[in-house]
């Protein structure tokens, strides 16, 4: 072994990682810091151009969801982001109370969180615009090494909505699936609590429409069979009668929780919090 290779072996931090649904030509599968081959494959290459079957000149969209893909923003300001959290998970290896996942909803949690669970110490990696690819790629890559989390709360799927057109319904909820079996590999002790999709926009658009149906694909999933894991419909707290979102809970994108939504939020997280 060259000694270039055998330096690569001893600094980069192996991860074992879940059998994925594809392959990728990703040169660094797992693991934290990044080699200077997948930072440049990450930084360089757009996430279009990393997605399943592109190694392969193959249109694999059902794929996407499930398989491990960073995030990109343009250039290494996603990565930024990433390495931030992973900086954050190494500042607080060891014991914690809850850990945090998910996209933009997650991360804008705030002082919301500091005033709804004050005594619960927490690690929030969420990234705006996330989708579940950029989730398991982040929790393969040092995103989370170190913590030894009592519960995890996941919520995640809401970009991928963007996609469905192309990836289909089953395929999100697959992709939220995997995030949970990457997690539960993880964290085996853990409670998880996976808190569906929260509704968007307005009934018959179709990014509402679709968040329904991917929430409705994953109860045949049957998430919830393991007894720590339990899955938190929000749907009805945060719609009317009529199907239409509760505009005080959502700020006027009509996507992204207000503080008051946060409350709700909290106020039905707190029970599945307690005790773990």
Request: aromatic fraction near 8%; proline fraction near 7%; glycine fraction near 8%.
């Amino acid at each position: 072994m060259k000694i270039s290779l055998l330096l690569t072996a001893l600094t980069v931090t192996t991860a074992h990682a879940i059998d994925y649904a594809h392959i990728t030509g990703e040169p660094q599968k797992t693991g934290w810091p990044l080699t200077a081959e997948e930072r440049a494959y990450v930084v360089d290459k757009p996430e279009h151009d990393r997605r399943p079957g592109r190694e392969s000149n193959k249109h694999l969209p059902k794929l996407w969801p499930m398989v491990p893909c960073a995030g990109y923003f343009g250039g290494d300001s996603w990565l930024k982001l990433h390495e931030a959290h992973v900086k954050t998970a190494q500042e607080n290896k060891g014991p914690i109370d809850v850990l945090l996942v998910g996209d933009s909803i997650t991360i804008q949690w705030g002082e919301s969180w500091k005033k709804h669970f004050p005594d619960l110490k927490a690690v929030n990696i969420g990234i705006g615009g996330d989708k579940t690819q950029n989730v398991l790629w982040r929790l393969d890559h040092g995103g989370v090494e170190g913590l030894q989390p009592k519960a995890i709360v996941l919520m995640i799927g809401n970009n991928n909505m963007f996609f469905t057109p192309e990836t289909g319904i089953e395929a999100a909820a697959l992709g939220i699936q995997t995030c949970v079996k990457n997690l539960r590999e993880k964290f085996p002790a853990a409670a998880i609590v996976v808190a569906k999709i929260l509704p968007a926009h307005a009934p018959d658009n179709r990014f509402y429409e679709d968040i329904r149906k991917t929430n409705a694909a994953l109860d045949p999933l049957k998430l919830d069979s393991e007894p720590k894991v339990k899955v938190l419909d929000l749907w009805s707290d945060f719609t009317n009668a009529d199907g239409t979102i509760k505009k005080d809970l959502f700020t006027p994108d009509n996507i992204h929780l207000s503080a008051a939504g946060y409350t709700v939020y909290a106020e039905k997280l707190k029970p599945l919090l307690e005790n773990k």
